[in-house]
């Protein structure tokens, strides 16, 4: 049974250009998109600019 403190974590997807998809929530999707990032796109993102592109799933 959940804590009636704890909110349930919300899921996220990210979407890139080249096909690239992410989901899950917040801790496990910003370092599966700055690693794609990273090592498809040569790119650094901020945290901040996953948050921006996540939607809810």
């Keep these: 049974m959940r804590s009636s403190r704890q909110a349930p ?27 794609h990032g990273r090592e498809a796109h040569n790119m650094e993102v901020t945290r901040e600019q996953v948050l921006a592109m996540a939607r809810p799933a």
Excluded: N
């Design 9 to 35: 974590k919300l899921e996220l997807i990210v979407r890139c250009d080249c096909g690239f998809e992410a989901r899950g929530d917040e801790a496990k999707l910003v370092p599966a998109v700055q690693r």
